[in-house]
């Protein structure tokens, strides 16, 4: 943990250094998906850059507690449902599933936490309560809704005029008193099949509620990072400030980290204005190692294009990489001279998670690699190379499978024959010629397998 760690904060708009509330420990609040519909590769992207961050604070030393949730009770997820003509929580817990198993298609691991709305009602009722009773809340018919007017910290995280600070609820059923306040508790309603009892009456949650009730219930309070789309900035992650720190008189995280917005056609991609491509679909045109690298190659905060074009070139560079780890045997050792370039490598990550200053470092090794390969030097991938693809969710890019050449491969077909002939004396010399080139055969069910002999 020697390294400085710096993050551009939404909050107060500069780089600040991760403090991290324990030491040694990293907790990381991610905003997840609204399931009514498959997510599309937009929805992927704070997926892809927290898993990666994480990743990369875990390749520092800490101990990390990653938390994505899942929000499965809310109007959208009520009109699909209807729509479907189906109960809403079979439509939430069925797109819920298809969330993680699309997101594992990504094949970088779960978060260690995927919290649901429809399971932290009660810690929601305890804080509402708690808003009410400290008179930042107050009950309108079965609502309840949060008093702008008595929390003046309002609207530090997205600094905009109050007259733009549009709830984006639907007023017309509102019974708040001023425009600015939001819903924390609806009312049930006719024709919405979920609903829970509280001391206001039936209903559900709002949607910025269960945010702050889950972070607090699984990372406490003042934790360390709280992630999500810049899309969320507000009102969604302002109101979670204003319930939190009005409710608890504490800081709800210490730094806030936002991805900028993967567009489609000119337009932040998003299923309201319906120019997506779903991430399954993705996933399957143009497989999970080009949608990785297209990710990593666009700064976190910055807007991405999504187009074919972009992940033609991501596909390229995937196999530039590949190519790289063939050409560079894991049996040899790795040479030196790699150490400045991992080092600028996680230098560059530590300064505000700059995936491309990064992936330029790697670039530039594996050109020198290459070099120094035509120059007929041996040149090894060993673990610092490793560390700096496992970072980038790519180093399964040199396993062996993908890295064997075309060399072993007739020499392993070659011993196969001769061992099929009980011809022992040419098979043994096939052997030791894969063994110089740092290779060893494995018997396996669907037969005869290289992989890298252990140095
Ligand atoms: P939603 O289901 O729309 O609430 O989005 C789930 C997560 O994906 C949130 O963190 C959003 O900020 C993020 N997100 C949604 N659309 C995009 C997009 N086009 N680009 C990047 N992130 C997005
Ligand atoms: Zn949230």
Known sequence: MSRDIRIQDTLTGEERPLEPRDPGKVGIYACGPTVYAPVHVGNARPYVVFSLFKRFLEHEGYDVTFVANVTDVNDKIYDAARAAGVPSEQLAREMTARYRSDTDGLKLGRPDAEPLASETIAPIIELIGDLIDSGHAYVAGGDVYFDVGAFPEYGRLSNRPREEMQQGEDDATSLKHHPQDFALWKAHKEGEDTAWDAPWGRGRPGWHIECSAMAEDILGLDFDVHGGGSDLIFPHHENEIAQTEAARNEQLARLWMHNGMLQFGDEKMSKSVGNIRTLSGALDEFGR?????????????????????????????????????????????????????????????????????????????VNEGN???????????????????????????????????EEAQRLMEEREAARAAKDFATADARRDQLAELGWQVRDTPQGPQLVPLKT
């Open 371 to 405: 070099r120094r390969l035509d120059a007929g030097e041996e040149v090894g991938a060993g673990e610092k190379l490793r560390e700096m693809l496992w970072t980038l969710g790519l180093d399964n890019l040199l396993e062996a499978d993908g890295a064997v050449d």
């Open 289 to 365: 190692d080009a949608l990785v690298m297209y990710f990593v190659q666009g700064h976190y905060r910055q807007p991405i294009d999504f187009s074919e074009q972009a992940l033609q070139a991501a596909a390229r560079a995937v196999q530039r990489l590949r190519d790289f780890g063939r050409r560079s045997s894991p049996a040899h050792p790795e040479p030196e001279a790699i150490g400045p370039y991992h080092e600028r490598f996680f230098e560059a990550l530590a300064d505000d998670f700059n995936t491309p200053a990064a992936l330029a470092a790697l670039w530039d090794w």
